[in-house]
Nanobody
Framework: VQLVESGGGLVQAGGSLRLSCTNS????????MAWFRQGPGKAREFVAV????????RFADSVKGRSTISRDSARTTVYLEMNSLKPEDTAVYYC?????????????????WGQGTQVTVSS
């Protein structure tokens, strides 16, 4: 598994972004897929997760209500869409994959990680 994130960049506060995570075109069907982020001077934190069934999602309280996590019909790409972006959303966003059956918000559960994509929200 080789996860590659894209879609980061510089956005004004109040704007939106869609981040993508692919496995080089190969399927992600059997993985719970999550997004984590690490802001400047902060520990990495959970953002959102989509179960391998596609039926379960969880979001961190900090992004709940303004974010969605989804995947394409071919199950090769996972997306994180964030709206109403705030300066505190500035972080490197990481995609992670877990072959387990239960969704988890703990980063130690995830076996595979991407290199991250920078999101900077200006005020």
């Amino acid at each position: 598994v080789q996860l590659v994130e894209s879609g980061g960049g510089l956005v004004q506060a109040g704007g939106s972004l869609r981040l993508s995570c692919t496995n080089s075109g190969r399927t992600l069907s059997h993985y719970n897929m999550a997004w984590f982020r690490q802001g400047p001077g902060k520990a990495r934190e959970f953002v959102a997760v989509l179960s391998w069934t596609g039926r379960d999602t969880r979001f961190a309280d900090s992004v709940k209500g303004r974010s969605t996590i989804s995947r394409d019909s071919a199950r090769t790409t996972v997306y994180l869409e964030m709206n109403s972006l705030k300066p505190e959303d500035t972080a490197v966003y990481y995609c992670a994959a877990d072959i387990g059956h239960e969704v988890s918000e703990g980063e130690s559960e995830y076996e595979y990680w991407g290199q991250g994509t920078q999101v900077t929200v200006s005020s």
